[in-house]
T-cell receptor
Framework: GENVEQHPSTLSVQEGDSAVIKCTYSDSASNYFPWYKQELGKRPQLIIDIRSNVGEKKDQRIAVTLNKTAKHFSLHITETQPEDSAVYFCAARGGGNKLTFGTGTQLKVEL | EAQVTQNPRYLITVTGKKLTVTCSQNMNHEYMSWYRQDPGLGLRQIYYSMNVEVTDKGDVPEGYKVSRKEKRNFPLILESPSPNQTSLYFC???????????FGEGSRLTVL
């Protein structure tokens, strides 16, 4: 089955800096890669996703890149703000439409 | 308002006492799933259902049961809870095979 690895597990940046979270996946059949943000005590919510026929997608300060050959994808957050502090999960949907999550990255944006 | 509702939100119970966590969605979604979230392990799938009367095991199904008698409901049953089932549980749903997964607010379960 699919295996998704996510790094780093914790990330601390200064407000205004950029943050990058990286994930790798194992199933070459995976074709959908969402990112979820989970604020403290809240449910995970989708912030951006990318499909395998696209290499990059951007939504304001958030962007996701996908390298199908290397089987890795990344989340980029620019001009970070305190409200970006949260746990971020990557995921990959492979054969059978099963969504497998990474282990999460705790992002802390410091003032 | 489109939502996934879980109950109870918090529960402390003792080993062996059967419990059910209910999940209901009002979006007419075919797909529903249960996850558990543990520190350092992310979100792991317990069971999922592609539609009414169709359920299948996820990655960590041991000790859990589910049923899908109606499209909107997908209860999680712990027949004989054990301390290693202490966790934060999330129910989620989505329409069809692709698309956004909507999560419930979570149910924090403690088994003593």
């Amino acid at each position: 089955g699919e295996n998704v690895e996510q790094h780093p597990s914790t990330l601390s940046v200064q407000e205004g800096d950029s943050a990058v979270i990286k994930c790798t996946y194992s199933d070459s059949a995976s074709n959908y890669f969402p990112w979820y943000k989970q604020e403290l005590g809240k449910r995970p919510q989708l912030i951006i996703d990318i499909r395998s026929n696209v290499g990059e997608k951007k939504d304001q300060r958030i962007a996701v890149t996908l390298n199908k050959t290397a089987k890795h994808f990344s989340l980029h957050i620019t001009e970070t703000q305190p409200e970006d502090s949260a746990v971020y999960f990557c995921a990959a949907r492979g054969g059978g439409n099963k969504l497998t999550f990474g282990t999460g990255t705790q992002l802390k944006v410091e003032l | 308002e489109a939502q996934v509702t879980q109950n109870p939100r918090y529960l402390i119970t003792v080993t062996g006492k059967k419990l059910t966590v209910t999940c209901s969605q009002n979006m007419n979604h075919e797909y529903m799933s249960w996850y558990r979230q543990d520190p350092g392990l992310g979100l792991r799938q317990i069971y999922y259902s592609m539609n009414v009367e169709v359920t299948d095991k996820g990655d960590v199904p041991e000790g859990y049961k589910v049923s899908r008698k109606e499209k909107r409901n997908f209860p999680l049953i712990l027949e004989s809870p054990s301390p290693n089932q202490t966790s934060l549980y999330f129910c989620a749903s989505r329409a069809g095979g692709t698309g956004e997964l909507f999560f419930g607010e979570g149910s924090r379960l403690t088994v003593l």
